[in-house]
């Protein structure tokens, strides 16, 4: 059966009859005595490797293309970037989609926070290579990032970020399940090289209780069907501690070879006007962190009540505003209400007038059918 991309890759390797397969296996007993493939290993004790791949997931506008570029440079010198050693200095590809030219100038500045020397930057300008897709999906975009790879070869190709080339709904199984399994890893495979895709985790309000998450959770944190989490070698998922400005990176699948002590590390964004840098939270900076998060988790249905008159209602905007200005996270008091709901202390009616619609809230058995029209009651 003819493949989809026969008509661009190599016909003699990729069209052969199903007579003709040639094996590339071996029993338990010649795994067992084959020695390691040299410079199989590029990130980790074998976290990742060639024709592997894995995926960065974390929510939007929270500075993963930051994140990349200042592990694209670190990387192609050798060094280690959030703790992630590479097993060499990499010749790093780089396709993205979402930042113009004056944004990847801003984020490559990360050369002079780090204080990289000039034989170091003389390393990054050989080893590395960032190109601009923003045009072509599907099977066209492979096709294009196949002809760049051959003139720019890699042992890290980096996709910026994976739905920009996906070409079909991420919730389509069947579509990404193609695109990773016959698309991408035959690419990996043609050129020998690893691949890492950034990706976007799903709506916020679809993410409650995080802090509460196993690492098989967080393997499933990214947007889209479970295909992903089963193709990718590794995943690696990053979330924000509230508004603290202290993220929370989690090594989620094969984190045992990422090269941590624990499965989970903390980094926050330099504070400096201008900077974009990742650095490595203090302990401090992690307790101090955790501690106003847990305090705007902390939103209990007695203080929900608290803020509704005896009689009455308020409209579910007001009081929104009024648990937030109390030091609320949003995530809380969404939880309170729901939990309220569900235990009967208070009840929903929806209001409108013209287009306008709105939902109030009040304590159970006490609402008035009358409402103003920006929610409270009369």
Request: hydrophobic share 40%; charged share 25%; proline share 3%.
């Amino acid at each position: 059966m003819k493949n989809r991309l026969d008509d661009w890759f190599d016909q003699d390797e990729y069209s052969q009859t199903e007579a003709a397969y040639q094996l590339r296996g071996a029993s338990p007993v010649g795994f067992a005595r084959r020695e390691p493939e040299l410079n199989s290993s590029l990130l980790g004790s074998r976290y990742l490797t060639r024709r592997s791949g894995m995926f960065f997931v974390a929510p939007s506008g929270q500075g993963k293309s930051t994140a990349i570029m200042q592990a694209i440079c670190c990387w192609a010198i050798g060094r280690s970037c959030f703790e992630i050693p590479p097993a060499f200095a990499l010749r790093i590809t780089a396709i993205q989609a979402e930042d113009d030219d004056s944004d990847l100038g801003d984020q490559a500045r990360v050369i002079d926070w780090l204080g990289f020397t000039m034989a170091e930057q003389i390393q990054i300008d050989k080893n590395c290579w960032i190109e601009t897709i923003n045009d072509q999906v599907g099977p066209a975009a492979i096709y294009r990032i196949d002809q760049i790879l051959s003139q720019k070869p890699c042992d890290l190709l980096i996709l910026n970020p994976y739905t920009a080339y996906l070409g079909a709904s991420i919730m389509d199984d069947e579509a990404n399940s193609i695109f990773l399994r016959a698309d991408i890893q035959r690419l990996l495979n043609k050129h020998n090289c690893a691949g890492l895709a950034v990706h976007h985790t799903p709506k916020t309000n679809f993410r409650h209780k995080t802090e509460k998450w196993s690492t098989m959770d967080w393997m499933y944190s990214g947007a889209g069907a479970a295909v992903l989490t089963n193709w990718a070698r590794a995943i690696l998922a990053m979330e924000p501690l509230g508004e603290t400005g202290i993220f929370k990176f989690i090594a989620a699948k094969r984190g045992q070879r990422i090269g941590w002590d624990e499965k989970a590390n903390y980094f926050k964004h330099d504070q400096r006007p201008g900077v974009l840098l990742w650095t490595k939270a203090t302990t401090e900076d992690i307790t101090e962190a955790k501690s106003k998060n847990s305090r705007k988790m902390a939103f209990s249905i007695s203080q929900l009540l608290a803020l509704l008159p005896e009689m009455g209602c308020l409209g579910m905007m007001e009081l929104r505003q009024l648990a937030m200005g109390s030091g609320c996270s949003r995530r809380a008091f969404d939880d309170a209400v729901q939990l309220a709901i569900e235990t009967g202390k208070i009840q929903i009616e929806h209001a409108s007038k013209g287009k306008t619609r709105w939902k109030n809230v009040s304590r159970s058995g006490h609402s008035q059918m009358t409402f103003s029209e920006n929610g409270s009651g009369k």
